[in-house]
C-alpha cells in the first residue's frame, strides 16, 4: 500500500490531499479571500496566509482520510512555477514532515500535475492525449506521451487565458478571481451581442493583450458616451468576451489535434471550470469525432489532489529528492 501526502501552495490557494494506492481520500483547499479586493493576488500577503493555513490544511486533510500522520510514506509538494514566497511554505512543510517522519520527498511541477488530475477520475485518458491547460499563469497546448513525458506544442505569447479573464472582471469593476464571475453573468448573456477581435497568431500559440486592449477601449468609449452602460449590458459583455476567449482556445486545439492526428483531447486549470468552455468543447467532440475528457470541477482550480495523484506515480518510480531541494518559480517539464 502507498500512501501519499499532496502538498499544494503554488499561488493563493493552501491545499493537502491523501492518496491511498492511487484513489485521493482527501483533498482539502483553503482559498484566500484576501486579495478580492486588489484585482490579483498579492504575493506578500499570499505567502502570509499559506503560513497560517498550511497546519490546519494538512491535519484536515489526514483527519478526512481516516489515517494518522504515521501512515504516511512519502510526502509530495508542489516545487513551480509559481510565486517563490507561496511555493516557500508549502516546500518547507513538505521538507519539515518528511524529514521529522522519515519519508521520502517528491517534487511535483505544477503545470504536470493539472493534467495529472485527469487519472484521478475512473475514467482515464490512454496515451498519447492532447491537453490544453488553461489558468491563471498559463495557457498550453501539451501533447502528453506519458505521465512524465510531455511535450508543449502551444503556449501563449503573452497573457494567460485565466489573465484575461480575471484582467477583463478588473475593467469591469468585478472582484477577484474574475473568471467564476464573468462565467456566471455570461449564461444569462448573448455572446455575440459584441464584437472582440480575434489575434492572428502564426502556429499553435496564442495571444491575450490585445483582447484585453481592445476591451479596455470599448468600456471606456461606451461609459463615455452612457454611464450605465456597464450596468445594463454586463451579461452580454461577459458572454461576449467569453466567446472570443473560447473560441480562441478551440481553434488552436482544432489545429493542434489536426496536426497530431489524435482526437484524445483533455482540458485542465482553473479556466477548465469555464461552463462555456465545457460545453464548447463537447460541441467539437460531437463535430469532429473527439473523445473529450474534463476533470471533476474539483480538480480544476488548484488543489492538492493532482499533487497527490502525480506523486504517487512518482512513488511508483520511486523518484525522489533530496532534502536540499528549493522551489523554482519557473519550471520546465
Ligand atoms: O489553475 P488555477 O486555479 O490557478 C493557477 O494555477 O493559475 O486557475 C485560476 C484561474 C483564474 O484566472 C480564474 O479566474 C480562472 O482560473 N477560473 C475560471 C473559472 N474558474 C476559475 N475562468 C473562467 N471560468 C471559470 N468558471
Ligand atoms: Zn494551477
Redesign the pocket.
Known sequence: MAIILGIES????TSASICIDGIIASNVVANQLVHQKYGGVVPELASRVHQQNIIPTVQEAIAQAKIHKNDVDAVAFTRGP?LLGSLLVGTSFAKAFALANGLPLIEVN??QA?ILAHFIDDEKPAFPFLCLT?????TQIVLVRDYFDMEIIGQTTDD???????KT?KILGLP?????L???YAREGHPHAFKFPEPQVPGLDFSFSGLKTSIMYFVRDKVKADPDFLNKNMNDICASV?NR?ITILLNKLKKAALETNINRIAI??????????RSALNDAAMELNWKVFVPQFQY????AGMIAIAGYYKYLKQDFVGQDVAPLARMHF
Open positions: 503554488s499561488c493563493d490557494d509559481g505544477h503545470m493539472h488553461v489558468s491563471g499563469g498559463h494567460a487565458a485565466g489573465e484575461a479573464f480575471d472582471a477577484y478571481p474574475g473568471g467564476p464573468i462565467d456566471k467569453q476567449i485542465a486549470g482553473g479556466v477548465s471550470a469555464n461552463s462555456g468552455l480544476c482550480t488548484d488543489n
